[in-house]
């Protein structure tokens, strides 16, 4: 079994920042790619942003420039740094991960990230 537990949603202020967190752990030997999704309340979940184990990187147009994602591999943690935080960014943030002895991915139980005055 594959667990992940993510930490540091939170309500901030516009033009603020949060930093995100989610650790992986049980049965992973290695993991392929890392990303995040959010979904805002009656929307779809839409992926943010994603880093692969080499270190490549995409982002969604509407956080280039704001977000960054990184990942330490030694601990199975991937990170979201976000900056000049907007209203529009409020959602529900998910970690996902891939794993090669796994056919399907792996979510965490989503973050709560509120952007507002």
């Known amino acids: 079994q594959v667990q992940l537990v993510e930490s540091g949603g939170g309500l901030v202020q516009p033009g603020g920042s949060l930093r995100l967190s989610c650790a992986a752990s049980g049965s992973i030997l290695s993991i392929n790619a890392m990303a995040w999704y959010r979904q805002a309340l009656g929307k779809q979940r839409k992926l943010v942003a994603r880093?692969?184990?080499?270190?490549?990187?995409y982002y969604a147009d509407s956080v280039k420039g704001r977000f960054s994602i990184t990942r330490d591999s030694a601990k199975n943690t991937v990170f979201l740094q976000m900056d000049s935080l907007k209203p529009e960014d409020t959602a529900v943030y998910y970690c996902y991960i891939e794993v090669p002895s796994s056919l399907r991915p792996f979510w965490g139980q989503g973050t709560q990230v509120t952007v507002s005055s």
């Open positions: 880093i692969t184990r080499g270190g490549s990187t």
